[in-house]
């Protein structure tokens, strides 16, 4: 709750702090109140705030994504041996998965900046069991079995500056800094049992928080009236302190806009994580492709 949190606040003083100052500008340069007025970001008047090329200044997403995931949660020895903890082919995780998806985009209006925060989950739970019978003295059999229950969640968090180097009334394309926050909670628990006897063997929880900085791309395409497309490629490749690896995340969204204000999307986002977190005896190694399509519904304030 504390980490959703943080990242609340923390979108907060990065949207609304620029669009405070916006609107304290634009009121203390003008000596027409009624003038400065009219040109505050109104978000629920009855016009839709678009900058001079007719982009929209402050939109919302929110919508579905159906998820499949491929790859491995393993532990890296002092020797340098990897050793598989958890393998999305073989311990039983359905790796399809639905999730919410969450997106705010800005633009200022009177300048080439604007900010950009998505959210989206990945979360599957599994169980693999194995059975079998222990023959004792060519006479006594004896039921054995084992079990294993895994829980993989992934909290994704993109919090980008962006900037626009290329706008007019058809194209919009520019590039966004900031951090790529994942949050990633594996649980995992094993039980073993011999006739009447059982016994867990293993009950473990690895819980990281892994703030990364990553660069964006982007771009928007006004196609006609109704239609839009949207792209976004953002990635980071780096090494410092106790993580190292790299991040791609891809996707692209086709618009149908109904109204000035609501629209509908439809599109695919591809996620590939290679990360490596340094612990004290140990080096935790992730390795996780998440794909898979999304509908959104956007409103344009």
């Given amino acids: 709750m504390h980490r959703t949190l943080f990242v609340i606040l923390t979108f907060c003083l990065f949207i609304v702090a620029p669009l405070w100052a916006q609107t304290r500008a634009i009121s203390e340069s003008s000596s027409d109140e009624q003038s400065a007025a009219d040109e505050e970001l109104s978000l629920f008047d009855e016009d839709v705030e678009e900058t001079d090329d007719g982009w929209s200044q402050l939109s919302v997403s929110a919508g579905y994504m159906w ?4 790859g491995r949660y393993a532990i890296q020895l002092p020797s340098g041996k990897l050793v598989t903890v958890l393998d999305l082919d073989r311990i039983g995780i359905d790796d399809k998965d639905t999730s919410a998806w969450f997106t705010i985009n800005w633009r200022s209006a009177n300048s080439r900046w604007g900010a950009w925060f998505g959210a989206w989950r990945y979360d599957a739970a599994g169980f693999r069991i194995w059975v079998d019978e222990l023959i004792i003295d060519d006479k006594v059999i004896v039921p054995v079995g084992a079990g294993v229950a895994t829980d993989l969640r992934t909290d994704w968090y993109i919090l980008e500056a962006t900037y626009s180097f290329w706008q007019n ?21 094993g039980r073993l049992e011999v006739g009447d006897e059982n016994d867990q063997i293993v009950n473990s929880r690895f819980d990281f928080l892994a703030p990364l900085p990553n660069i964006l791309a982007y771009g928007h395409w006004r196609i006609s009236d109704k239609w839009r497309l949207t792209s976004r490629l953002g990635w980071f490749g780096l090494s410092y302190g106790d993580y190292r690896g790299k991040m791609t995340n891809l996707h692209a969204l086709l618009r149908y806009q109904m109204t000035d204000r609501w629209a509908i999307e439809c599109g695919y986002q ?8 340094k612990e004290e005896r140990y080096t935790s190694v992730y390795d996780v492709d998440i794909t898979g399509p999304l509908a959104v519904l956007r409103f344009n304030f």
């Fill in 169 to 189: 009334k058809t194209v919009d394309v520019g590039v966004g800094f900031g951090l790529h926050t994942v949050d990633l909670d594996t649980k995992l628990g």
């Fill in 67 to 70: 998820l499949k995931a491929d």
């Fill in 270 to 277: 591809f996620m590939k994580l290679d990360l490596d977190i």
